[in-house]
């Protein structure tokens, strides 16, 4: 029959019941020999023993080529890699086997010069190093052992890249500069000194431009300013010695041209006629100058190198400055002096123009017309840190005169005693405004109106945090607003002012307001010992203290509408009427005190027309004759409110507290929530006297009783 063969079918060729492997009649020569996979690599162990049979038996296979079969990346089928073993077991390792895979080897080149760098541009891949080669690469030089990337990069005349970084000498952040030529100084202007703000630099070669070895250059950014130039007088340190003066002489620097020295221009004892219609900077040091000059047009500052207290300008009997046609000057830092003209403005006349100026002191001028110290005509002024003081004005203004609608800012000023016909410090006319601020005015006098300022003709004056004391006047000891003048008083203090008529303090004849300002001792011989006003005056936060009237008012003589809130009267006096206030027309006082004020009749307030007194205080005050606190002089529909607040230890002959004076049977007073304690008339109405009407005219609400002391018509 047939003989059984293995074959993939299992086929039982002899019919014996059993196939391949199960049949023991199976030919051994179909067998196929079987050698272990132990790492499942597909390739069996070369050294592991044959199994022959017809199917492979469990993790078997057909050949004996894997030369390490615990490695599943090393077979015949595997790539040779630098590791010291046969991968691809061929009998040949590494750099031994034509088939390794480069690039796991090695970059080597040769290190001719033996520093541990090779040279990049013969570079092999081995797995190992061949003999006088590294795998530290970078050498630019291989030829010099000094010459690597561990180098020190230093300085030297070939020019070479020691640390082979790609760069030279300075422009190697990391060069030993010290191998250098030296330190050097930048030197931005160009005149031969370094910048002594400037840190060294150390640089390899000396530098074509822009820097020096030295640095003593005060100035970097001006050529005129290092150690070798001469000092001048212009503000700057011109040698960069600061004991170094240029006291007694004086400078010219021109906008446009070459500046140049005018001491002997300006320095001699008469006074030099100088007209300037350039543009520039006049710069005068330490010492007196002698100066009429007129702006014309030109845009100039004149500076005092060394302030007021050391740079006098002298007039040598003629006006200092003439400023117009637009011109724009600036002043600052020196004392104008000794100015004269029989017209306007002695020390500076500026007409059509600007001025301003900061520490300055003006002073001993005279004029025969208007403005003693400065005249000022359609121009604009700003003066600061500036001494206005004993001037004279034949006319208006002692210190200023303004008109042509002008504008005058003071700023920290004073203005001491100067003198004029009208406004002994200053005089707004003419639509011109003033605004001033934390000034300081004192010692002024006007022959006639407005001590320390008058304003008149559509003007306005703005006073803030400035002081008014011992100024004096016929009306408005201090200030006076005359005509269509308004202003406004703001945190000011006015002390010791004195009129030979009305308004010791202030006199305004347009409205006026007043806030936060302090009157004391201030004294009218006519009326309103503090304030004498015409119009709408305005009160608000604001004390009175030890005013004096020798008519009415002792602190406030109101002849049209006033209002009165959170304020003090205190000790206030008048002659006659109203201790406090005296007022012709309608009255509103609010949440205010009025205590110790005497007169002879109105200790507090003298009323002539309508009066609302609301939440307010009246304590101690005192008269002569009648109304310890108010006198009502009412016509017919005049009516006086009383709405809360209290009445204590008032006294007066008749009427403790309100002497009514009623002229008709339309007069009323209306009391509503008042406290009345310990007031006393020692004639008629501890409270209230009325003169004439009866007691329908009065009408008491919430308030204690009344007690008459003696008589009908009181309460």
């Known amino acids: 029959g047939e003989i059984e063969v293995c074959d993939d079918l299992d086929t039982d060729e002899d019919c014996s019941g059993t196939a391949d492997d199960l049949d023991s009649g199976v030919d051994a020569s179909t067998f196929t020999d079987w050698s272990p996979d132990t790492d499942s690599d597909g390739y069996g162990d070369a050294t592991a023993t044959l199994t022959a049979q017809c199917d492979a038996p469990t993790g078997s296979v057909d050949n004996a080529a894997d030369c390490d079969d615990g490695e599943f990346d090393i077979n015949p089928d595997a790539t040779e890699a630098c590791d010291s073993i046969d991968n691809d077991c061929d009998t040949l390792v590494d ?9 796991t080897a090695t970059e080597w080149a040769p290190d001719t010069d033996g520093d541990g760098f090779g040279d ?5 891949r081995a797995c190992t190093s061949p003999s006088g080669y590294t795998d530290v690469l970078g ?14 990069e230093v300085c030297d005349a070939d020019d070479t890249d020691e640390d082979c970084d790609g760069l030279i000498d300075d422009a190697d952040d990391s060069v030993d500069a010290s191998t250098g030529s030296g330190s050097w100084y930048v030197d931005s202007d160009g005149d031969g000194y370094g910048d002594e703000t400037a840190s060294a630099e150390l640089l390899c070669d000396t530098p074509t431009s822009g820097y020096v070895v030295d640095n003593t250059d005060c100035d970097d950014k001006d050529a005129e300013v290092n150690p070798g130039a001469t000092e001048v007088c212009d503000l700057a340190d011109n040698d960069c010695d600061p004991s170094t003066t240029a006291d007694g002489t004086a400078y010219w620097v021109p906008d446009s041209g070459t500046p140049s020295d005018v001491t002997s221009t300006l320095g001699g004892s008469s006074a030099v006629s100088v007209t300037w219609s350039d543009d520039g900077a006049l710069y005068l040091c330490a010492g007196v100058w002698s100066l009429n000059a007129t702006v014309d047009g030109a845009i100039l500052d004149v500076v005092g190198v060394g302030g007021s207290s050391a740079v006098t300008v002298n007039g040598r009997g003629g006006r200092l400055l003439d400023v117009e046609n637009g011109a724009d000057l600036s002043l600052n830092g020196f004392t104008l002096k000794n100015g004269y003209t029989s017209s306007t403005g002695a020390a500076v006349r500026v007409r059509g123009s600007s001025l301003v100026g900061d520490d300055l002191e003006i002073t001993d001028h005279s004029a025969g017309d208007h403005g003693g110290a400065l005249f000022v005509s359609n121009s604009a002024v700003e003066l600061s840190n500036t001494i206005i003081d004993d001037n004279y004005s034949a006319g208006d203004g002692g210190g200023l005169y303004a008109t042509g609608s002008s504008t005058v800012v003071l700023d920290t000023c004073t203005l001491e005693d100067n003198s004029a016909s009208d406004g002994g410090a200053a005089n707004i006319n003419d639509a011109s405004t003033l605004t001033m601020d934390n ?11 407005g001590g320390a300022l008058r304003c008149q003709d559509g003007t306005s004056v703005s006073i803030t945090s400035s002081d008014f004391s011992l100024n004096s006047s016929i009306d408005g000891g201090a200030v006076e607003l005359f005509g269509s003048c308004t202003g406004t008083v703001e945190s000011s203090t006015f002390s010791n002012n004195y009129a030979s008529d009305d308004g010791g303090a202030i006199w305004a004849e347009n409205t006026l307001d007043i806030t936060g300002s302090t009157f004391t001792d201030n004294t009218a011989s006519g009326q309103g010992g503090s304030v004498w006003s015409d119009d709408l005056l305005t009160v608000d936060t604001s004390s009175f203290t ?3 009237s020798g008519d009415d008012g002792g602190a406030i003589r109101s002849k049209s509408t006033l209002t009165v809130s959170s304020s003090v009267f205190h000790s206030n006096q008048a002659a006659d009427r109203g201790g406090a206030i005296d007022a012709s027309e309608a009255t509103t006082v609010s949440a205010s005190t009025f205590t110790d004020n005497y007169a002879d009749d109105a200790a507090a307030i003298d009323s002539n027309a309508s009066l609302v007194i609301n939440n307010s205080t009246f304590d101690s005050n005192s008269v002569g004759d009648k109304g310890g606190v108010l006198r009502l002089n009412y016509g017919a529909s005049d009516s006086c409110e009383i709405n809360g607040g209290s009445f204590t230890n008032n006294t007066a002959r008749d009427g403790g507290v309100v002497y009514a004076d009623f002229g008709s049977s339309s007069s009323i007073l209306e009391v509503d929530s008042a406290v009345f304690t310990n007031n006393t008339a020692w004639s008629n109405g501890d409270t209230v006297r009325y003169k004439y009407g009866s007691s329908s005219n009065y009408t008491f609400t919430g308030t204690q009783s009344f007690t008459c002391q003696s008589s009908a018509g009181c309460y």
């Open 120 to 124: 990049d541009a013969s570079v092999v």
């Open 439 to 449: 000034s300081t005015l004192t010692d002024n006098y006007a022959s006639a109106y």
């Open 95 to 103: 750099d031994d086997d034509p088939s390794l895979d480069p690039t």
């Open 139 to 152: 050498d630019c030089d291989d030829g010099e052992f000094d010459i690597n990337p561990d180098a020190q």
């Open 546 to 548: 030890d005013g004096y």
